[in-house]
């Protein structure tokens, strides 16, 4: 039967592959796709292929199947990982961590999103209110943090923009008692431009199609995407993505997690200024550079509660400072039409950061006694954003290939050298794996 198994769906470790090379294991790996199987091991690690369709292998009768059990003892899977992550923890009491690596529209997004659930559908369901609350917010953080973080790119129609940890914390008896997240690098570039065929932050797209004709008249927005210079370029654009209905689900998952009302208007407010702030022209009289659209600037100051003339002189002036004195000095069209970019970009990465410090004010540890109770342990799960190459690349774009560079040599060590000083240890004859 295990013969059989494996003709039928190749080798679903490739550990035992008998012999290991690129067009073996390619060949290996395309036919367990082509067979349903998305997941094949490689030891205690996991590669998995982005099947891009929804897959019935991830509900609670599957849930049930890897609690529990060995990594080898079920077919190749992410819960096979993630249970054994949590038992790890559990039976040693020390923190545990889940990498989730691969290019841009490999599926990590999707992968860490089953990997909480599995976490949270493990651990003591209904036991106690606080850990249900904990596991609730946890789960409700993700859809908030991916309409403010992620976008529509032409490999993936929701594609992190930043990188993203998030430590679960569990007590002594290994219920999730709260958590934390740190986010990095958000790509703020995607604010103000947009590669052909990709869209914007998903957070703008969910307000214009979703907010009501309230919210939108105390916002003065309209519901046409391509009235507003900084979207306008994805406005057209066809995707799976149903802004409207995200709009209802971010605006309720808010709720739930503790943001006030008054919060979440603040939210809108700034997005708005945002997309107001794109459509700002700037003209010369002489050598003087006039905001051409008045209008939008009252509109700008109504948003951020600030007068006019303050909003102008930012737009118009820099501040210079020369020895003692500080002096106003006006900018020309160009550095007008640059400040007014990184502005935009600036609130938008603190109206971003604002969010993660929110969440994680809500669901930090509390009120846990480590004297009573004993020390908290952790799983990490790691999800950051892709390796891409662009037509033109950015600074950005350097710095996301860089961290992915790194993380892939860290991955090597770990697997690769450590396993070779193991074999080293104990006398095993192997052939040396040279690494970077």
């Known amino acids: ?69 060995e990594l080898y003892e079920r077919p190749p899977h ?59 917010m946890l789960l409700k953080s993700n859809c908030v943090l991916e309409a403010f973080g992620n976008a529509k790119t032409n490999r993936n129609d929701n594609s992190s923009r930043f990188g993203k940890y998030m430590d679960i914390n569990f007590d002594f008896k290994g219920d999730p008692i709260g958590g934390h997240i740190n986010n990095y690098l958000l790509e703020k570039s995607r604010v103000i431009v947009q ?5 914007s932050f998903h957070s703008f797209y969910q307000l214009l199609q979703g907010g009501s004709e309230q919210i939108l008249r105390s916002l003065h927005l309209q519901k046409s995407l391509s009235s507003y210079n900084y979207i306008h370029v994805g406005a057209q ?24 009302p008054e919060e979440i208007q603040t939210v809108y407010k700034i997005l708005a200024t945002i997309l107001h702030l794109g459509n700002l022209k700037f003209v010369v009289d002489g050598d003087t550079p006039l905001i051409e659209n008045g209008k939008v600037v009252s509109v700008i100051a109504e948003l951020l509660s600030t007068k006019t003339d303050m909003v102008e002189k930012a737009l118009l002036y820099r501040t210079v400072a020369t020895g003692r004195d500080i002096i106003d000095k006006q900018h020309t069209e160009q550095e007008a039409s640059y400040g007014r970019d990184a502005f935009a970009k600036a609130i938008y990465e603190r109206l971003f950061c604002w ?17 009573i109770h004993g ?21 950005e774009q350097f710095c996301i290939n860089y961290c992915n560079e790194k993380l892939q040599q860290l991955f090597i060590q770990l697997v690769l050298k450590q396993e070779q000083e193991e074999y080293q240890r104990e006398g095993i004859p192997w052939k040396h794996v040279g690494f970077l």
Do not use: H, W
Not at 121 to 131: D, K, L, M, S
Not at 237 to 260: C, R
């Open 1 to 69: 039967m295990a013969e059989q198994e494996s003709l039928e769906f190749g080798k679903a470790d490739f550990v035992l592959m008998d012999n290991v090379s690129m067009p073996e294991f390619m060949a290996n790996l395309k036919l367990r796709f082509e067979k349903g199987r998305i997941y094949t091991f490689i030891g205690e690690v996991v590669v998995s292929v982005n099947p891009y369709k929804l897959l019935n292998i991830y509900g609670r009768d599957t849930i049930e199947q890897y609690k529990g059990r």
């Open 78 to 136: 992410l819960f096979a990982i993630a249970d054994a992550a949590y038992k790890a923890m559990k039976r040693r009491s020390k923190d545990t961590c889940i990498v989730i690596s691969g290019e841009s529209g490999a599926g990590k997004t999707e992968a860490s999103k089953y990997i909480m659930q599995y976490i949270a559908a493990i651990t003591n369901p209904g036991q106690r209110a606080e850990v249900e609350r904990v596991k609730n």
């Open 195 to 199: 590669q052909p065929g990709e869209r």
């Open 237 to 260: 654009l066809k995707s799976s993505i149903n802004d409207a209905a995200e709009f209802k689900v971010v605006a309720d998952a808010m709720k739930v997690i503790g943001f006030k």
């Open 355 to 371: 969010i993660v410090t929110r969440i994680n004010d809500i669901i930090e540890v509390k009120n846990y006694d480590t004297t």
């Open 375 to 395: 020390k908290n342990t952790v799983i990490g799960v790691l999800d950051i954003y892709g390796f891409e190459i662009f037509d033109n690349n950015s600074f």
